[in-house]
């Protein structure tokens, strides 16, 4: 009987540790390398950087003001406002998108003027939210790299 417990337990310890429990982790969807290329362009003509610095901004001095924070902290925040630390966030929400409709929407941005004059981003409530996450992420320096 003593065998056959021990011959349980020695099985049980080569099998619960092959046994995944957790969840398993999916890659977030991207776009192809072409597409990539064609979303940078996008990015460029509909002025997303400029939007997103600019909401990371309004977040910041709202609530600077708020919590009456000083200038050297308003600053220190706001150094460390970085697209890149986004852009993932807009090629996620562009990768279901074939090249050709991720052309005909270039051309689009690049001939309505609106786009260059105006502070709007075309986005998808995945995107608001991500960009609101990150902002508010931004206002709680979790982005201040230390010198």
Same mark, same amino acid.
């Given at each position: 009987?003593?065998? @056959?417990?021990?011959? @349980?337990? /020695?099985?049980? *310890?080569?099998i619960?540790?092959? *046994?995944n429990?957790?969840q398993?982790?999916?890659k977030?969807?991207?776009?192809?390398?072409?597409?990539t290329?064609?979303?940078? +362009?996008?990015? !460029?003509?509909?002025?997303?950087?400029?939007?997103?610095?600019? =909401?990371? @901004?309004?977040? #910041?001095? !709202?609530?600077?003001? +708020?919590?009456?924070?000083? $200038?050297?902290?308003? %600053? !220190?925040?706001?150094?460390n406002? $970085?697209?890149?630390?986004?852009? &993932?966030?807009? =090629?996620?929400?562009?990768?279901f998108?074939?090249?050709i409709? /991720?052309?005909? *929407?270039?051309?689009?941005?690049?001939?309505?003027? #609106?786009?260059q004059?105006?502070?709007? %981003?075309?986005?998808?409530?995945? *995107?608001?939210?991500? @960009? $609101? #996450? =990150?902002?508010? &992420?931004?206002? +709680?320096?979790? =982005? #201040?790299?230390? +010198?």
């Amino acid at each position: 009987m003593k065998n @056959l417990e021990k011959h @349980l337990f /020695l099985i049980l *310890l080569t099998i619960i540790p092959s *046994l995944n429990f957790g969840q398993t982790s999916s890659k977030v969807p991207m776009p192809t390398q072409q597409n990539t290329i064609i979303i940078n +362009k996008i990015i !460029e003509a509909a002025n997303y950087k400029t939007y997103f610095i600019d =909401y990371c @901004l309004t977040k #910041i001095n !709202e609530t600077a003001a +708020k919590e009456k924070w000083n $200038d050297q902290k308003t %600053m !220190e925040i706001t150094e460390n406002i $970085d697209f890149k630390n986004f852009k &993932d966030a807009v =090629y996620n929400m562009f990768a279901f998108h074939n090249e050709i409709e /991720l052309e005909t *929407l270039l051309k689009a941005y690049q001939k309505e003027t #609106i786009y260059q004059t105006s502070n709007i %981003m075309i986005t998808n409530k995945a *995107l608001s939210t991500n @960009l $609101d #996450i =990150y902002a508010r &992420d931004v206002v +709680k320096g979790k =982005y #201040i790299i230390v +010198k």
